[in-house]
């Protein structure tokens, strides 16, 4: 008998053994996905509550969500704050409460209807958010500018189809 026949024959996997180890590979990197998301998003939060001391040292990051909202116009009323930010109406009242106090945010009657009130950034806010913008934009920047174009590009494409837009 030569020693080649005693060895065990080599069968390739079969196809469910290499569904397995595929789904084991995919379930693999869902996690790592879910975990870099999580790690991200740590850090999201901690550049928010870094942004809102530079605004002021008492606005909380909610707080600058809010009004980096009313300041780029992209919700000057609770309602579309609450819609924008998918949080409850009374923490959003806090807030503009808040930014009211500190003289960041006025409430004025809408030119387009004059029975509701629109939210708008003072000028202090304008520049307070610009400041806290750029130190942000800069640090990010910093990072994203060591990718390419494509790379850049794939990467916000697959955001907004995880986003599901």
């Given at each position: 008998?030569?020693?080649?026949?005693?060895?065990?024959?080599?069968?390739?996997?079969?196809?469910?053994?290499?569904?397995?180890?595929?789904?084991?590979?995919?379930?693999?990197?869902?996690?790592?996905?879910?975990?870099?998301?999580?790690?991200?998003?740590?850090?999201?939060r901690?550049?928010?509550?870094?942004?809102?001391?530079?605004?002021?040292?008492?606005?909380?990051?909610?707080?600058?969500?809010?009004?980096?909202?009313?300041?780029?116009?992209?919700?000057?009323?609770?309602?579309?704050?609450?819609?924008?930010?998918?949080?409850?109406?009374?923490?959003?009242?806090r807030?503009?409460?808040?930014l009211?106090?500190?003289?960041?945010?006025?409430?004025?009657?809408?030119?387009?209807?004059?029975?509701?009130?629109?939210?708008?950034?003072?000028?202090?806010?304008?520049?307070?958010?610009?400041?806290?913008?750029?130190?942000?934009?800069?640090?990010?920047?910093?990072?994203?500018?060591?990718?390419?174009?494509?790379?850049?590009?794939?990467?916000?494409?697959?955001?907004?189809?995880?986003?599901?837009?």
């Amino acid at each position: 008998m030569s020693a080649s026949s005693d060895a065990p024959a080599e069968t390739p996997a079969s196809d469910a053994d290499a569904e397995l180890l595929g789904e084991a590979e995919l379930d693999h990197a869902i996690t790592r996905v879910e975990q870099e998301l999580g790690r991200l998003f740590a850090r999201i939060r901690v550049s928010w509550r870094e942004a809102a001391a530079t605004v002021h040292p008492d606005l909380q990051p909610l707080g600058y969500q809010v009004l980096t909202s009313i300041a780029t116009g992209k919700a000057t009323s609770a309602g579309a704050i609450i819609e924008r930010l998918q949080t409850d109406k009374s923490a959003v009242s806090r807030q503009v409460r808040q930014l009211e106090q500190l003289g960041l945010v006025e409430s004025i009657p809408d030119p387009e209807d004059r029975r509701a009130r629109v939210l708008v950034a003072t000028e202090l806010a304008q520049e307070r958010v610009a400041l806290a913008r750029s130190q942000y934009e800069g640090r990010m920047g910093e990072r994203l500018r060591r990718w390419t174009a494509a790379d850049l590009d794939h990467f916000a494409d697959l955001l907004a189809a995880l986003g599901g837009n």
